[in-house]
């Protein structure tokens, strides 16, 4: 059994223990002071394009009035989670009631449309908007992560993969040929659509890596020069008719 003098030494030590877990900062990689200092215009017209194809469609477009209920209105009313940049940059990151989280967006894209919200919705709107001052960036979390480009690991998609390939051509198969080099086919016309060395697909900004990727798949390389036009004819020519062509079909 313990003595007086016993317990409270382990008491100490557990509480200082304690102070020590609670005082040590969480992993952080993202320099949220720098990309605040670093808002602009173009950073206002990525968070307006962001907003405006996506978050209108619950927080509504004119800062008040929100197509769904439970959605917040940023001109008015309580924001219950913060209206700071930080505490919105957290709701967006960890989500938070209702919403979830937004991780398909940068941190960087994450910020823009917290710049967006605040000028185009709060700053007018609310009387207790406030800016943003040197003593609030200071008090913001620092970086004391660093991800190096070594640590992240590339997505394995195989040999083979059925996209499209730029704006152009909406259905393709990308095949691996080893030795960095990929070649793609039309898998209407079976037409080559690319040939090019350097990697295979550049798919950072589709649903392959973001949750609302809106891009689509680009060449990861460069074009091998005098190879990008193998197709075949129909008909007995190459020039033959494409107009009626049904958008994904069998070969002419």
Partial sequence: ????GQMRLLLSLLIFAGASVSAKEP???VDHAGIIQSWDRESL???EKIYKSLCTNCHGADGVTPPLPTARAFGKGELNFGKDPYSM?????????????QTWMTPKERYAVIHYIREKFMKPMRKDFVEVHDGYLEGLPTVNVVVKE???K???FGPALASQLGRDISSVLSVKLGDDTTISYNLHSMDQAGLWTGGFLDLLNTQHYR???GGVAQPKGEMVRGLQ?????HGGTFDYSREDLLARGPIP
């Fill in 89 to 101: 940059f957290k709701t967006l990151t960890y989500g938070n009631g209702m919403m979830g989280p």
């Fill in 150 to 152: 070594s640590d992240k």
């Fill in 229 to 233: 036009r193998w197709q075949w004819a």
């Fill in 45 to 47: 017209a990525s968070g």
């Fill in 27 to 29: 992993p952080n990689a």
């Fill in 154 to 156: 590339e997505r394995d």
């Fill in 211 to 213: 949750e609302r990727g």
């Fill in 1 to 4: 059994m313990l003595g007086d």
